[in-house]
C-alpha cells in the first residue's frame, strides 16, 4: 500500500464512516479590508466526509457560500486530528434536488440530532456545499509521521505539503 493510500485509509477511518466532523473552514472574504486586500474567514461547520470531500449543509445565502461563489478555494483544519487542507468549495444545489438524494440521507443520518432544528429543507437556499480536497497534510502523534497527499493526482507529494 502506498503512503497515499495509506493516508486515505487513515482519513477515512478518523472522518469517514458517518461521521459528523467539526471542521474549521476558512473562505476568503468579498471585500478587502483597510488595506485594500481581501483576507481570510474562518468558521467551524460540521462535516461528513466522503471520497476526498467534506459535505456541509448550509444555506445559499450565507457569507460563506456567497464567498465560495466568488472565489471557490477554501482551507480546512481538523484540530484534534491534526489534518490541514485546501481545496474547491461547490454549491451542490437544493438539498431536496433529486439529484442530492443519497447525500442528504446521508447528512440527514450524519447529523441526526441537530439536523431539522438547523436546516428548513423548504427553503430551497438550503444547500449542500462540497469541499473537494485538492492538496492535504495527516499528522500522525505529533510529527512521528506526515502524510503529503496531492487527491487530483492520487499520490504523495515529496516536497512537503499544507500545514
Sequence with gaps: MSMYEEGLKLLEEKFGNGKDNVISL????REPNADGKLQPVVREVDALYENGSFFITTHAK????????????????????WFTAIGIGENLGWVLDPKNSELREKLRSAFAVWYD??????????????IHLTKG???????????????????????????
Design 26 to 29: 476558512a473562505t476568503i472574504a
Design 62 to 81: 450565507s457569507n460563506k457560500m456567497r464567498q465560495v461563489a466568488i472565489n471557490p478555494a477554501v482551507s480546512i483544519a481538523v484540530s484534534q486530528e
Design 137 to 163: 497534510t495527516l499528522n500522525i502523534n505529533h510529527w512521528e509521521k506526515l502524510y503529503h497527499m496531492d487527491f487530483l493526482n492520487k499520490c504523495t507529494m515529496e516536497n512537503g505539503g499544507v500545514f
Design 117 to 130: 432544528k438547523a436546516n428548513n429543507e423548504k427553503d430551497e437556499n438550503c444547500c449542500i456545499l462540497a
